[in-house]
């Protein structure tokens, strides 16, 4: 719901009852473009779904914890019939990585704001590749612990855009505390 916002008293009265209106409106979405509220609840739902997500019970394949993060693992991430093999957790690096570049090239190439382009590739390699070859293609079953550990890492631009939009070392601080933390809770029951 958007905030009550009241008429600028700057606005002489003489307008017409639309200007006053357009004046508001102006007003409402200047406001809800520079809160970064929003974005905090977003960063903080993600987070909370990715830790709530992981212990149900509602997944067909249960996997036991694997924290040998240096083992070596074979991945395709560009195609479902190449791919290669490295350790875990540079695979972690990479998606995160991967992640955070495809963000800021959406912000660059199309212009959206920052945290659009965080959440469109947030989405799009966190979810998408899991709904198309785990539930369409039914290549491998649902394992939501995997998948919730996809989502976090992919959500890489979000906290780097959160981080650095702090201002102070605090918020910075607090936003790779809570990264890290995610990391470490969900990293052991990630496929590769």
Known sequence: MLPKVHARPSVPRSRTPTHHLVASLQIRISELATTRRGSWRLAVILL??????????????????????AERRYDNPFADHSGW??????????YATGS????????????LPR???????????????????????RRYPFNA??????????????FVWSGLRGANWESQTLTATTYAAGYAVLACYASP
Do not use: K
């Not at 945290?115 to 293609?137: D, E, F, K, Y």
């Not at 612990?145 to 979000?158: C, H, M, Q, V, Y």
């Open 48 to 69: 909370l779904s990715s830790l709530v997500v992981a212990p149900s019970s509602a997944q067909s394949h249960r996997r036991r914890a694997d924290c040998n993060l």
């Open 85 to 94: 093999s490295m350790r875990r957790y540079e695979w972690h690096a990479f």
């Open 100 to 111: 955070i570049v495809t963000a800021e090239a959406v912000h660059r190439a199309i212009g």
């Open 115 to 137: 945290w659009a382009s965080a959440v469109t590739a947030t989405v799009a390699l966190g979810i998408l590749p899991h709904v198309r070859s785990g539930l369409m293609l």
């Open 145 to 158: 612990r995997d998948w919730s550990f996809d989502l976090f890492t992919r959500a890489a631009p979000i």
